[in-house]
């Protein structure tokens, strides 16, 4: 079956620009969340959608948000860029439900670069 | 607070030899925890996981081993082949919360 996908794949915004990216998950997933990878700072948690509803969210400020719709696809916005932004935004599917062993699946990123 | 520790940014190994990769942790509520690999321009993907209530897990090439009384894990490769060169995130699964680490960068040297 067809794995996470991610649009944009890459992309060059300026200060003060907003942006928005898409996840489409695996098919019978109803979890998605973002990660932010920046070097030396791993995978840092956005936030978790879980059936249209935000169910965790990381240490971020308001500038980020998201959404998931009915079928599960997700977007993330960010507004207001700073070059600090500059990063690659990874999106995760799972089942969401239960625990088997906890795997995400991701999708490739979508690399942000803020000039 | 990072609760999610790989204090080896990087790691150099030659073709054949074992690779150990460390991870520590300081929350003990966990369900797993589980290993992914990442190459560049892609994403994680994911390798090995240990539950709670084990203290190894194997399979084939790669073995994880768990000391909770010390709260550490280790990823253990062998033999290690250029292929494996990547970086490597130990992450913590409690219900659908997960917590990454800040990765360690394999290098299998020919």
């Known amino acids: 079956k067809a794995g996470v996908t991610q649009t944009p794949r890459y992309l060059i915004k300026t200060r003060g620009q907003q942006v928005t990216l898409s996840c489409s998950p695996i098919s019978g997933h109803r979890s998605v969340s973002w990660y932010q990878q920046t070097p030396g700072q791993g995978l840092q948690f956005l936030f978790e959608?879980?059936?249209?509803?935000?169910?965790n969210k990381g240490n971020f400020p308001g500038r980020f948000s998201g959404r998931q719709f009915s079928n599960s696809r997700s977007e993330m916005n960010v507004s207001t860029l700073e070059l600090g932004d500059s990063a690659l935004y990874l999106c995760a599917s799972s089942l969401g439900t239960g625990s088997n062993t906890g795997e995400l699946f991701f999708g490739e990123g979508s690399r942000l670069t803020v000039l | 607070d990072q609760q999610v520790k790989q204090n080896s940014p990087s790691l150099s190994v030659q073709e054949g030899r074992i690779s150990i990769l460390n991870c520590d942790y300081t929350n003990s509520m966990f369900d797993y925890f589980l290993w992914y690999k990442k190459y560049p321009a892609e994403g994680p993907t994911f390798l090995i996981s240990?539950?709670?209530?084990?203290d190894k897990n194997e399979d084939g090439r790669f073995t994880v081993f768990l000391n909770k009384s010390a709260k550490h894990l280790s990823l253990h490769i062998v033999p290690s082949q250029p292929g494996d060169s990547a970086v490597y995130f130990c992450?913590?699964?409690?219900?659908?919360?997960?917590?990454f680490g800040p990765g360690t960068r394999l290098s299998v040297l020919p």
């Open positions: 992450s913590r699964s409690y219900g659908q919360n997960f917590v």
């Open positions: 240990i539950s709670s209530i084990k």
């Open positions: 959608y879980f059936s249209e509803t935000q169910r």
